[in-house]
């Protein structure tokens, strides 16, 4: 049985990366077995005509590997390319008009930011909450919280959806933030900031099932 699509979720961001270089970064992540299992296209300052070509060529990439690409806030991107989903934070539109133009089938992610939003997402068709943020990153700003352990315990407690845990998730809090009942992980420094991302991977993956990562080239 495949794991779920939210249990370890890459984000991206390219910035100035070329395009063939940035692909190969991807690759590095989801080959030989590195765990990812969803990649999630993230990038705030890009527009329409710069993201197609990007994402065209991510989700065949992705395809090839049966891994599924979701489209942060731009449905109309996710609609062209037949991306698989679509997260959308607390600003970026209603969930329920988004599961209307999406359709059953898509897979559909929300951030949540304060337990009013969580009470309100629990009555969303949804495959997914992010808990947004857990700790502090350098690339998640303007955040009016951190939910931290006690926080994701919390959200995990009341949430009629899985929980992904994003923001400052390496491998040093991976296990504890699991353990508080977060079902998947969301990362961008822990993998972009690896000097070899694709044995960091898998030591993420490894410490997801729970297992210890017995690699070499440590």
């Given at each position: 049985?495949?794991?779920?699509?939210?249990?370890?979720?890459?984000?991206?961001?390219?910035?100035?990366?070329?395009?063939?270089?940035?692909?190969?970064?991807?690759?590095?992540?989801?080959?030989?077995?590195?765990?990812?299992?969803?990649?999630?296209?993230?990038?705030?300052?890009?527009?329409?005509?710069?993201?197609?070509?990007?994402?065209?060529?991510?989700?065949?990439?992705?395809?090839?590997?049966?891994?599924?690409?979701?489209?942060?806030?731009?449905?109309?991107?996710?609609?062209?390319?037949?991306?698989?989903?679509?997260?959308?934070?607390?600003?970026?539109?209603?969930?329920?008009?988004?599961?209307?133009?999406?359709?059953?089938?898509?897979?559909?992610?929300?951030?949540?930011?304060?337990?009013?939003e969580?009470?309100?997402?629990?009555?969303?068709?949804?495959?997914?909450?992010?808990?947004?943020?857990?700790?502090?990153?350098?690339?998640?700003?303007?955040?009016?919280?951190?939910?931290?352990?006690?926080?994701?315990?919390?959200?995990?407690?009341?949430?009629?959806?899985?929980?992904?845990?994003?923001?400052?998730i390496?491998?040093l809090?991976?296990?504890?933030?699991?353990?508080?009942?977060?079902?998947?992980?969301?990362?961008?420094?822990?993998?972009?900031?690896?000097?070899?991302?694709?044995?960091?991977?898998?030591?993420?993956?490894?410490?997801?099932?729970g297992?210890?990562?017995?690699?070499?080239?440590?």
């Amino acid at each position: 049985m495949r794991d779920p699509f939210y249990k370890f979720m890459l984000i991206t961001h390219r910035q100035q990366i070329s395009l063939p270089a940035y692909l190969r970064f991807i690759e590095q992540c989801v080959a030989s077995g590195a765990g990812i299992t969803s990649v999630q296209l993230r990038e705030k300052k890009a527009s329409f005509q710069e993201l197609l070509p990007f994402a065209s060529e991510l989700h065949a990439l992705l395809k090839s590997y049966q891994i599924p690409l979701i489209i942060n806030d731009n449905i109309k991107l996710a609609l062209e390319i037949d991306a698989e989903g679509v997260h959308l934070g607390q600003t970026d539109g209603s969930p329920v008009q988004a599961r209307q133009v999406l359709g059953a089938n898509k897979l559909l992610g929300l951030s949540i930011e304060s337990e009013e939003e969580l009470v309100r997402a629990n009555n969303y068709e949804l495959n997914y909450i992010a808990a947004s943020a857990v700790f502090a990153s350098k690339h998640k700003h303007n955040l009016r919280r951190l939910w931290g352990i006690d926080g994701v315990r919390e959200l995990a407690r009341c949430s009629l959806h899985p929980i992904v845990a994003i923001g400052g998730i390496h491998q040093l809090n991976v296990i504890e933030v699991l353990s508080a009942g977060a079902k998947g992980i969301a990362v961008i420094e822990a993998l972009h900031d690896a000097e070899e991302p694709a044995v960091m991977a898998r030591k993420l993956r490894y410490l997801i099932e729970g297992r210890e990562y017995a690699g070499v080239n440590e």
